[in-house]
């Protein structure tokens, strides 16, 4: 079964810095498209950042544009996403999941979603 594992979340104060990781279990992440989406409270989940297979970053959200960073490790099968500066309103449960090659816009684009991470940004 394919699942993917997200941690690294915690609570920081505004300005502060973060990195999540995403784990694949059950297939390599060379091929894949992985995406990140997040929840706020009180809110709808949305899209936010994709790395391509071919390590091309789409920026979904314009408020994480210059602060949002995505990288890869095919060798640790592992991606990361670096926030920094962050911002109360990033606080949200974080997740990812994967596509085949190329980046989705939309949440029904991607497979199964992890179980998520909680970042608080807070003063």
């Known amino acids: 079964q394919v699942q993917l594992v997200e941690s690294g979340g915690g609570s920081v104060q505004p300005g502060g810095s973060l990195r999540l990781s995403c784990v694949p279990s059950?297939?390599?992440?060379?091929?894949?498209?992985i995406g990140w989406s997040r929840q706020a409270p009180g809110k709808e989940r949305e899209m936010v950042i994709c790395?391509?297979?071919?390590?091309?970053?789409?920026y979904l959200v314009d408020s994480v544009k210059d602060r949002f960073t995505l990288s890869r490790d095919n060798a640790k099968n592992t991606v990361w996403l670096q926030m920094n500066n962050l911002k109360p309103e990033d606080t949200a449960v974080y997740y990812c999941?994967?596509?085949?090659?190329?980046?989705?816009?939309?949440?029904?684009?991607?497979?199964?979603w992890g179980q998520g991470t909680q970042v608080t940004v807070s003063s």
């Open positions: 790395l391509s297979a071919t390590n091309s970053t789409t």
């Open positions: 999941a994967a596509r085949w090659n190329r980046c989705g816009e939309r949440l029904r684009d991607f497979g199964s």
């Open positions: 059950g297939f390599g992440l060379n091929t894949y498209a």
